[in-house]
């Protein structure tokens, strides 16, 4: 395990589906994040667990989104009912550290990216 | 709130030059940490630095270098004898929680194009 994987790279779907985008964390890594990048900006926060607890939501995540991280180690991130306006790129990243080192550096994946048609 | 603003939105040199990307943060935390990120064509960002607020120390990697200063609220990234391979999107961020993993706020990024 090298690094923070995604799955799938790209995905294109119509208006009104459901999409769900796995992300595999760095293995000793207990805090999980999402991401998500529109074009020409800098990634927003989505969501963030700690184990399998979600302990943050960003008001970005309307209820079309949900996040799960069932075993505190994979994390899939579910986009009912598509819009346009969810085209972007989504980006998992994970971090780890106890005690004084707990806000270490994260590490991305190379993302998802969606487009709506 | 926080905040960080990257004003160069797009920079161009020819190799070998210096250029420096200028990062300037918002915050009401005494404790924070600000990172440098690299995202190449490829879309991954790659970790580059992260330094937390109590140490205004400045450091140099190679031909990066990083300068912090509290008193005007900035931590720009420097470049020295820039090659192509440095042509990417470079995005400074900030964090402000220090007992949780709490999330990083991006700036906008800076693209930066090394020609040859």
């Known amino acids: 395990d090298t690094g923070v994987s995604q799955d799938p790279r790209h995905k294109i779907t119509k208006r009104g589906q459901n999409v769900t985008f796995r992300c595999d964390p760095i293995?000793?890594?207990?805090?999980l994040y999402w991401y998500r990048q529109t074009l020409g900006q800098g990634p927003e926060f989505l969501t963030y667990?700690?184990?399998?607890?979600?302990?943050?939501k960003s008001r970005l995540l309307s209820d079309r989104f949900s996040a799960e991280r069932p075993k505190g180690s994979f994390s899939t991130l579910e986009i009912q009912r598509t819009e346009q306006g969810d085209s972007a790129m989504y980006l998992c990243?994970?971090?780890?550290?106890?005690?004084?080192?707990?806000?270490?550096?994260?590490?991305f994946g190379q993302g998802t990216r969606l487009t709506v048609v | 709130a926080q905040k960080v603003t990257q004003a160069q939105t797009e920079i161009s040199v020819v190799e070998k030059e210096d250029v420096t990307l200028d990062c300037v943060y918002e915050t009401r935390d005494t404790t924070y940490y600000l990172f440098w990120y690299k995202q190449p064509p490829s879309g991954e960002l790659v970790f580059l630095i992260r330094r937390n607020s109590f140490d205004e120390q400045n450091e140099i990697s190679g031909r990066y270098s990083w300068n912090f200063q509290k008193s005007t609220s900035s931590f720009n990234f420097t470049i020295t004898a820039s090659q192509v391979v440095d042509s990417a999107v470079y995005f400074c961020a900030l964090s402000t929680t220090y007992q949780a993993g709490t999330a990083l706020i991006f700036g906008k990024g800076t693209t930066l194009s090394v020609s040859s």
């Open positions: 990243a994970s971090s780890g550290g106890q005690g004084a080192r707990m806000n270490t550096e994260a590490f």
């Open positions: 293995s000793e890594h207990n805090r």
């Open positions: 667990f700690q184990n399998e607890a979600q302990l943050e």
